[in-house]
């Protein structure tokens, strides 16, 4: 089985509904929604404050669950070795009005964007929570594909969930067994 990182975003608006970003540090320096691992003993809601103050300096409140999203890792193996799938609890939150920001950490670059014009290039989880915060969605639970789409090719953040598994065929009772609709 392959090992399992628990991690913690936020969607964060402003007041004209643009959304919190950072641009990462790293070497492939894409836009993500601010947060990062859970420690031990902490909820998502621990993590996520905690995790968005260290990053961007604001302190926030968690308002509810947009989804938990599940980024298996691709296919190919990195030279280091196997890494392992993402599952991130992303919240939706906001600003607290009565805390004064604090100093942005020096991981990433924050800036706000419009949904509808989101800049490149953006972490998978990223493109489908902001798509599924902004539409009201809350309680999802998400597989994302590990290699998104172009998103000049495919604007549709919909595009980055992987189809849904085949389903189950169900049973009729008695010894012998049938699948529905034969």
């Known amino acids: 089985m392959k090992s399992l990182t628990w991690a913690v975003a936020a969607v964060v608006t402003d007041d004209a509904g643009r959304v ?10 894409r836009w993500a929604l601010p947060g990062g691992r859970f420690r031990p003993d902490e909820s998502p809601q621990q993590a996520v404050v905690r995790d968005v ?10 308002v509810d669950l947009v989804g938990i999203y599940h980024l298996p890792t691709a296919t190919d193996t990195p030279p280091a070795g196997p890494q392992p799938d993402v599952l991130v609890h992303v919240l939706r939150a ?8 604090g100093v942005p950490g ?19 989880v990223t493109r489908c929570a ?12 998400r597989a994302l594909s590990p290699t998104p789409p172009d998103p000049a090719a495919t604007p549709d953040p ?13 049973r009729s009772g008695g010894s012998r067994h049938r699948e529905v609709g034969r």
């Not at 906001?94 to 920001?101: H, I, K, L, Q």
């Not at 924050?110 to 290039?121: A, E, I, N, Q, T």
């Not at 539409?135 to 999802?140: D, I, N, R, Y």
């Not at 919909?158 to 169900?170: E, F, G, K, S, T």
């Open 20 to 29: 919190l970003l950072c641009r990462q540090s790293r070497p492939a320096a």
């Open 94 to 101: 906001r600003v607290s009005g009565d805390a004064p920001p």
């Open 130 to 141: 902001v798509a599924d915060a902004t539409a009201g969605h809350s309680g999802l639970l």
């Open 158 to 170: 919909a595009a980055l969930v992987a189809p849904p598994a085949a389903p189950v065929p169900r």
């Open 53 to 62: 103050h260290a990053e961007t300096g604001l302190t926030v409140e968690v």
């Open 106 to 124: 020096a991981g990433c670059r924050v800036s706000w964007h419009d949904p509808d014009g989101l800049p490149d290039p953006l972490t998978p």
